[in-house]
């Protein structure tokens, strides 16, 4: 059961447009919304993260959006780069256990000059 | 400072064979969680240990376990290898935010 459904699959932007990648939840105990970046060859990196008492939350290039009532929430990257080039994944955790991370399926995101 | 170091960085093993994997947490880091990441899939939850007890396991067979050591690091061990256990295995650390930090993983492959 997939309890945290992610899209697109995959993004292809051009250099210094939006990239937005969506997610759903089902559980609404969920407490804890990070997403994180991963490179070929590494672990996935934190990049930012959202409770759900705040709508949105914004650093650098990075936002994330959140619709408790909808059961979603997004990523935003502005101005993308071709460095920004990786997969994406959001997650959540269930309460008192944030060490729990339920990942998305992904999204290959794909930056071009 | 050092990030999550794991070891080996491959692993080969055939069907029916035992493997064990390492984890070195960040320093300070006293909680540890194991994932498993499938080709094309996102890190699916298999252990955390906070001061060497087991606090959360996900939906995998007994034929995984694992264990965290007085200083932290922390094993992961799978009997019986299957061909589904192929996967990109992955140990992260917490802070005491609960942030986690993932090391680089340990590429498992079950011929």
């Known amino acids: 059961q997939q309890q945290v459904k992610q899209s697109p699959q995959s993004l292809i932007v051009q250099k210094g447009g939006i990239s937005i990648i969506n997610c759903a939840y089902e559980?609404?105990?969920?407490?804890?919304f990070p997403w994180y970046q991963q490179f070929p060859g590494k672990g996935p990196a934190l990049l930012i993260a959202?409770?759900?008492?705040?709508s949105e939350k914004k650093e650098g290039r990075f936002t994330i959006s959140f619709n408790k009532s909808a059961k979603q929430f997004s990523l935003h990257i502005m101005d993308s780069q071709p460095g920004d080039s990786a997969t994406y994944f959001c997650?959540?955790?269930?309460?008192?256990?944030?060490?729990?991370?339920?990942f998305g399926t992904g999204t290959r995101l794909q930056v071009f000059p | 400072d050092a990030g999550v170091t794991q070891s080996p960085t491959h692993l080969i093993k055939t069907r029916g064979q035992q493997v064990t994997l390492r984890c070195s947490p960040i320093s300070g880091h006293k909680s540890v969680s194991w994932y498993q990441q499938v080709l094309g899939q996102g890190p699916q939850f298999i252990f955390q240990?906070?001061?060497?007890?087991?606090?959360g396991r996900g939906n995998f067979p007994d034929r995984f376990s694992a264990r965290q050591f007085p200083n932290y690091s922390s094993e992961l061990n799978v009997n019986a290898l299957l061909l589904g256990d192929s996967a990109l295995y992955l140990c992260a650390s917490s802070d005491p935010t609960d942030t986690q930090y993932f090391g680089p993983g340990t590429r498992l492959t079950v011929l």
């Open positions: 997650a959540a955790t269930p309460p008192y256990n944030t060490d729990k991370l339920i």
């Open positions: 240990y906070y001061e060497k007890e087991e606090r």
């Open positions: 959202i409770r759900p008492d705040v």
């Open positions: 559980n609404t105990a969920f407490d804890y």
